[in-house]
Nanobody, 122 residues
Framework: QVQLVESGGGLVQAGGSLRLSCVASGDTFSRYSMGWFRQARGKPRDFIAV????????AYADSVKGRFTISRDNAENTVYLQMTSLKPEDTSVYYC???????????????WGQGTQVTVSS
């Protein structure tokens, strides 16, 4: 079992930046790929970014490519999402997830955090 706790959400103006953190516990962190997803009210949960267990491979949704960066610190059991050039359409609840398989499909991920709200004002 893996427990995930996100933090770092909040209210920011368009064009601003935020960094989300997700701390994992319960198992060997480097065994897991880590992902970030987001879900706006009334919409499905969408893939944002994924990083492999070693941190050497990552991928992004087209909507955030060039603006968001995923990274991880295996010594601290933490994955980050650095978000820049934020837009109002980035407003959503952001979730981190863990899985032993590297993939971009929300339904495939085994472990989820509770989510953190990000609101971007225009």
């Amino acid at each position: 079992q893996v427990q995930l706790v996100e933090s770092g959400g909040g209210l920011v103006q368009a064009g601003g930046s935020l960094r989300l953190s997700c701390v994992a516990s319960g198992d060997t962190f480097s065994r897991y790929s880590m992902g970030w997803f987001r879900q706006a009210r009334g919409k499905p949960r969408d893939f944002i970014a994924v990083i492999s267990g070693t941190g050497t491979t990552s991928a992004y949704a087209d909507s955030v490519k060039g603006r968001f960066t995923i990274s991880r610190d295996n010594a601290e059991n933490t994955v980050y999402l650095q978000m820049t050039s934020l837009k109002p359409e980035d407003t959503s609840v952001y979730y981190c997830a863990a899985d032993t398989y590297y993939n971009t499909h929300a339904a495939e991920w085994d472990y989820w955090g509770q989510g953190t709200q990000v609101t971007v004002s225009s």
